[in-house]
Each structure stands twice: as C-alpha cells, then as structure tokens.
C-alpha cells in the first residue's frame, strides 16, 4: 500500500512563527503535491515537485516556501503564519506521469492563534 | 456544475439503498478520472478510476460510469451503508496536456441507518 505520512496531524503556532510541515511517501514517487483545503474552497493546489529539487508554484504559493532535498520528503514553510493560513494541509504523492493516481496523506491540521 | 459557496451539495440515503454521486468536468481533453473518499478530519482515500477509452468500471460495491459526450462522470454505490458517509469528489486530468489533476468541490453522503 501506498503510504503517505504528515508528521504532524495538528498543530496551534503564533502568528508571525516559522512553521515547516513534513510529509515523507515510501513509494519511490517522482511527484509531491501540498495542497491546502476550505470549507467551500475544496482543495487548493499551493506547490508541487515532480522531481528532487525541483518545484513549480501552485495556484496559491503567497506566504509559502517548498522544500524537496530528498525523493521522499518534501517539506511546506510557512514564513511568517498569519491567521489567514489556519486550515488543513494535505500533502499527496504519484508516480511519473499525469494519468497516474494521486495518494494523500491524513492531513495537518493548523491553526495560527 | 458544482454549486459555489461555503455548502457542499449533500446526498442522504437510507442504509442498503443505492447511492449515485455525480460529477461534471470541465477539459474535454482530460482523459483520466478519479473519484476519491473524504471522511471527516482525514485525507481522501482513493476509490476507483477509469481512463476515457473506457465507459465504465467496476469496483467492489462501487461502479464509475463515464460520459465523454456531455462531460459526466458518476459513481454508483451499492448497498449503501454508514460507512459510506462521507465527502466524495471527483478529480480529472488531461495526461497530454496539465500536468496537475482538477479536483471537484465534492459531495456530502449521509447513509441513514
């Protein structure tokens, strides 16, 4: 089974802190995903990486960094949280190539106070 | 379509009725679908997939069902049970072209004992 795991299911950070949020897949995946999801706003596509060191902004990347040294890590920055960055964040993986299913993770749930 | 705003739209069933949840899609091109369960405060699970040179595909208890001609998918679920409730979305991609999946706002299940 493909297994995707967020390190860290919840967490509460101040506004203005330095927040990483880590996510390791174990399949040999080429291409990692962060995604943040709203009510109302489904899933919002924030960075993705289709391969080591590699990274292309997403739809919303504003106040976010990436980070992928390693195949199976990839990491989400938040520079400096702000209230308006409190929401769930999912990172997702997928073999090379675009007709290939996309595997979640269980999700980080963050709230900046 | 799927509705804008902060409701997603909900389908309530009985438990042991049938349940048919219903996505449209936007890229004519897009040739590969995926549809993918959300339970409450975990990430999506994938379900079940179809490429477009297929019309329909079976699962365990699931069943997709393609229409390339007015750009609709469907997924069918059989003898629904508690289980099942959840938000189901629909995700589509063009393997020729966008190298990132669109995903669905989704649809809330309520499966009534």
């Known amino acids: 089974d493909v297994k995707v795991t967020q390190s860290s299911r919840y967490l509460v950070k101040r506004t203005g802190e330095k927040v990483f949020l880590e996510c390791v897949q174990d399949m040999d995946h080429e291409n990692m995903f962060w995604y943040r999801q709203d009510p109302g706003l489904g899933l919002r596509l924030i960075y993705f990486s289709y391969d080591v060191k590699m990274k292309e902004k997403g739809d919303i990347p504003e106040g976010y960094s990436v980070s992928r040294e390693k195949k199976e890590r990839f990491s989400l920055i938040l520079e400096s949280a702000s209230t308006n960055q409190t929401s769930m964040y999912l990172c997702a993986s997928r073999p090379r190539g675009s007709g290939n299913t996309i595997y979640f993770g269980e999700g980080s749930w963050l709230t900046v106070v | 379509g799927e509705s804008v705003g902060l409701h997603l739209p909900t389908l309530s069933v009985q438990e042991g009725d049938n349940s048919i949840i219903n996505c449209a899609y936007s890229?004519?091109?897009?040739?590969?679908f995926i549809w993918y369960k959300q339970e409450s405060g975990k990430g999506p699970q994938f379900i079940i997939d179809i490429r477009s040179n297929m019309d329909k595909r079976q699962g365990q208890r699931v069943t997709v069902l393609l229409n390339k001609t007015v750009k609709h998918l469907s997924l069918q679920i059989a003898a629904t049970q508690p289980g099942d409730s959840a938000v189901y979305f629909c995700?589509?991609?063009?393997?020729?072209?966008?190298?990132?999946?669109?995903f669905g706002r989704g649809t809330s299940l309520i499966v009534h004992p």
């Open positions: 995700a589509e991609n063009n393997s020729g072209g966008s190298y990132i999946p669109t």
């Open positions: 890229n004519s091109a897009s040739d590969y």
